[in-house]
């Protein structure tokens, strides 16, 4: 089992950058593929960004492609989301979740793990 949580949210203007963490604690780090997902309110959690155990292979939602980056720290147990250029579309909470498996999936359904969210407000 793995506790996550993140931090790193708050409220930044349109344009603007936020770097989000999720800190993890439990079994290995390296036993779990990593992804960062949003909900607005009124609408479904989706994905937003996903990591391999290495780091080696990520992907992307296309609306955050070339503005997001996601990557993972073995040696501290956390992973970080890099939000640039920031859209009042981006408004939401943002979770971090944990598949124990190697390799990523895109679906919320294919993670064993969330943590509580973090809320990224972004005003235009």
């Known amino acids: 089992q793995v506790q996550l949580v993140e931090s790193g949210g708050g409220l930044v203007q349109a344009g603007g950058s936020l770097n989000l963490s999720c800190a993890a604690s439990?079994?290995?780090?390296?036993?779990?593929?990593m992804g960062w997902f949003r909900q607005a309110p009124g609408k479904e959690r989706e994905f937003v960004a996903a990591?391999?155990?290495?780091?080696?292979?990520?992907s992307y939602t296309d609306s955050v492609k070339g503005r997001f980056t996601i990557s993972r720290d073995n040696a501290k147990n956390t992973m970080y989301l890099q939000m640039n250029s920031l859209k009042a579309e981006d408004t939401a909470l943002y979770y971090c979740?944990?598949?124990?498996?190697?390799?990523?999936?895109?679906?919320?359904?294919?993670?064993?793990?969330w943590g509580q969210g973090t809320q990224v407000t972004v005003s235009s």
């Open positions: 979740a944990a598949r124990s498996s190697t390799y990523y999936y895109t679906a919320p359904k294919n993670y064993d793990y």
């Open positions: 990591i391999n155990w290495s780091g080696a292979r990520t």
């Open positions: 439990g079994r290995t780090f390296t036993s779990y593929a």
